[in-house]
Structure formats: structure tokens, C-alpha cells
């Protein structure tokens, strides 16, 4: 089997189980925004929760597997598992210890924190109290999280997919139980959003007791002695050190933008973040499952010191995000007012949070394509166990969106962060992609620039033809939510419907190649 249609099939396998994952990640919002609406309690639900989440994908989901990944693979390909399991368990022991003393120091240093992502809540002692108190409960769970992220690059080495992907559902589930149950134990905001921590919490303990079976059923007897210090964890520690910003761009950007939003009126957090969540949708669905599935391919390419075969694999990892990312983007920009009305607008969540939030959603989905291209061009770096080229490109996009945000928060409000981050975002891809050739050599540029210009193409006609069809169908004042479910499905499908068709007329190669892996799928089976 070639790579790229290993990396196409290891993609659908993460996309399936990111879809299970974000369908519930919606129930969850739907019921947070219901008890929670866009308030100030809910602004600080979310900015504590931004912490170990931020943490997490800093040194557990980011740079941490982007790092582990081609060395593991490496030992797997040159020293044979037993050697490459011993680093595994010197990595799970190693990382157990030093996440512990991270989510201490975080718990004790909680105002201290808040004081410098949130600088706004100062003036309002409450909401500065409460979200101190709601990062103390969930700091712990950076511990469970970043757990869960080594097993899973541990498994995608091994050629193990689902499980890892499938671990969020049951975070969203003990969020959405914690919130249930709580609702009729008390009606005080400040006890439901105590009670969503410890959710959060639960929800990282039994997201790393999902992972442990597996680990053990490949071989991983993670209860054996190893060494603290394996010497491949020495090479790990060198390439996660400065990946960190390199590898959590997006991230890092969201965290200046909370702390931007928190000087602006109460809500601004809130619609950014119910923004976020459906713009990570596709974002998760096929940018993160993309780049995750890459990784593992391209790292033992580079093990192999194959460029013409990293170069296939990169060229048809960028067509295939683009393909699916840039009908998203037009997708969310055209339908993301009715799909925020569905899904969020009942409870303390009104018309106002509703027109709020989807011009937030507009101007994030801007970037949209170039965030999901970002992760497939990182992780040719990284399965090159270069960390520096993209740190630095890291810190210009961090600046920029330091200055676009400081410059269109006035004018724009919430939406000019939105804006400031999608821009960044735009840079960050550009300088990534320049820099990329001096490690793989020339790029197959012109069938990238055509299958991108097809599909450009298709989007664009697709968008224009659904925006006609919403304005007929979904009404703009408030209508039975299942007349708005049925008219929304109608336009996505046939927003589909239409974007497919023009694919198979321009014969676009990257749906052929996702029929073949899907046909053979039902085949095998």
C-alpha cells in the first residue's frame, strides 16, 4: 500500500472519529450555552478552561507527539520495537512526573496566570475570583490530557487510529452530564461552572483509561522498568523545547485574543469561543486528521532519507486539505447565522449572542484553509526533526497578531480579532511554505495551484448558489426548530450536491482518490 493512500485512509479513520467526537463537542456547547448564554460567567468558564486546554496542546497533543512521533518511528524502523517500547515507557514515566509538577505550580500560581491571559477580569473582583477558582479545579487535568496525547502518538506510530480520535467523546460526555446533573441540584451559575470543572476533570481521567488497553494490547507493558532518561527521550527533549510555539500557533494566537477580548465589553469572550468551536469543526475534522495521519508516513520517509516520496506525500496531503477545507470556509461564511440559531440560540442565549457570534464565525473562517494547511506543512518539518525553522515563523505570527489585534479591536470589536487571527494565520502558512524548500527541494507547485484553482472555483459557485437557496428557505426571524433543521439540511446537501458535481465535471483528482479508498474500504469489509 503507498503512503498517500495509507495517509488518505489513517485520514478518514481520524475524520470518522473526529466527526462522533465534535457532534457530541456540539451537544455539550448547545447545553453550556443554554445554562450559560454570553455572560460574564461564562466568560470565565471559558478563559479558565483555555488554560490547561492551551497547556495540552503546548506540550501534550502539539509538541510533544509532534516530536516523540519521528523518533519513536525512527527507533521502530532502525532498532526494532523492543528498543522503541523501552522509550515509550521512559516517556510515559518521565512525562507522568513532570506534568504533575506543572498542574501544581498551576493550581498554586492560578491568580498570577489569570492576572496575565485575562488582565481585563481585574476590574471585576468576582469574575477574577471565579475564574481562579475554576482554573485551581481544572489545572489537573493538564496531567491526564498530556497522558493521553503520548499514547496516542505511541499508537498512531503503531498504525493505531480510532481509539485516540474517539477519546474526546468522553470528555464531552462528562461535561454534558456534569452540566445535567448540576442543573438540578442548583440554580446558581457560580455552582454549575464549579461543577462543569470537575466534569472537565472526570472527563481526562477516563479519556487516558480509553488509551491503556490499546497501549497494552500492542505490546506496551507501560508497568515494566525503564530507564527515567532513555536517550532517544534526550533527542525528543531537544525537538519539543522549541517546538512548543512552532507547533501551537493557532493556539498561542487564541490566547492573545482572550486576553484582547477580556478587555472589551462582557460576552466578547463567549461569541469568540462559540465562534471557535464550529470553526474547529473542519479544522479538526480534516486539517488535524490530516496532519496527524501524515505524520507517521512522512517520518518514516524521512528515517529512509526518501524526499521524492516526502514530496508525493506532502503534494497530495496539501490537494486533499484544500479540497475539503476551502468548501468548508465558504460553507460556515454563507450558512454560520442559521447554524448558530440551531444550535445555540435557546436559553440565555438570545438574537443578540446569535448575530454576535456569526460575524466572529465569518471572519475566522477567512483562515480557515490556511490553519488546516499549516498542519500538513509542520509536520514535514518535524518528520525532518526540524524545530527551529518553524519556532521562528511562529514568533513572526504571534507579533503580527499581537499588532492586528492591538489595531482592529477598536474599530471591529470582537470581529476584529477574529480577523487579526485568521491574517496571522495567512503569514504564518506563507512563511512556512517559502522556507519548506530549502528541506524537500522543488514542489509539484503547478498541480498544486491547479487542483487549488478548481477548487477555488467549485467553492465559489457553491457558496453562491446556497446563499440563494438560504434566503428562500430559512426565514430570518425566529421559526420551528424543526423547519430550521430541515431547511439547513436541504442547503447543505445541496451545497454538496453541487460542489461534488462540479468536482467530477473538472475531474478533480482528490475526490477520485476518496471514492478509491472508500470503495476499497466496503470492499475489504
Known sequence: ?????????????????????????????????????AGWVSDA?????RIPNLLRRLFGEGSLSIAFVPVFTEYLTKQGRDEAFRLARSALKLLSIVVALTALAGIVLAPIVIWAIAHGFLDMPAKFSLTVLLTRIMFPYIFFISLV??????????????VPALAPVLLNLSMISAMLILSYLSTDEHIRAIGLSIG????????????LPMLVKKGIRFWQRAPLIHPGLKRIGRLMLPAVPGAAVYQINNLVITFFASLLADGSISYLYYADRLFQFPY???????????????????ANHDLEAMRATFTHAIQL??????????????????????????????????????????FYCLGLWAVASVRIVVAVYYAMQDTVTPVKIAAISISANIVLGAILMGPMGPNGLALALSLSSILNLILLVKFLRAKLGPLDWSSIIKSACKTLSCSAIMGALTWILANLLIPAGNSPLIKNLGSLIVCIMSGMFVYGTLTICLKSTELNQLRSVIAKRITHR
Open 1 to 37: 500500500m503507498s503512503e498517500t493512500v495509507k495517509v488518505t485512509k489513517a485520514a478518514g479513520v481520524i475524520g470518522i472519529a473526529t466527526f462522533l467526537s465534535r457532534i457530541f463537542g456540539y451537544i455539550r456547547d448547545m447545553v453550556f450555552a443554554y445554562f450559560f448564554g
Open 45 to 49: 468558564f471559558i478563559a479558565a478552561f
Open 321 to 362: 486539505v484544500l479540497f475539503i477545507s476551502i468548501p468548508a470556509m465558504v460553507g460556515l461564511m454563507v450558512l454560520g447565522r442559521p447554524i448558530i440559531q440551531l444550535l445555540f440560540e435557546r436559553g440565555a442565549f438570545g438574537p443578540d449572542a446569535t448575530l454576535a457570534t456569526s460575524q466572529a464565525l465569518f
Open 200 to 211: 472537565v476533570l472526570i472527563g481526562g481521567i477516563l479519556q487516558l483509561g480509553l488509551q
Open 149 to 162: 496525547a503520548l499514547c496516542m502518538g505511541i499508537l498512531n506510530s503503531l498504525g493505531h487510529f480510532a
Open 284 to 302: 479538526a475534522l480534516f486539517g488535524i486528521a490530516l496532519g496527524t495521519a501524515a505524520l507517521p508516513s512522512l517520518s518514516k520517509q524521512a
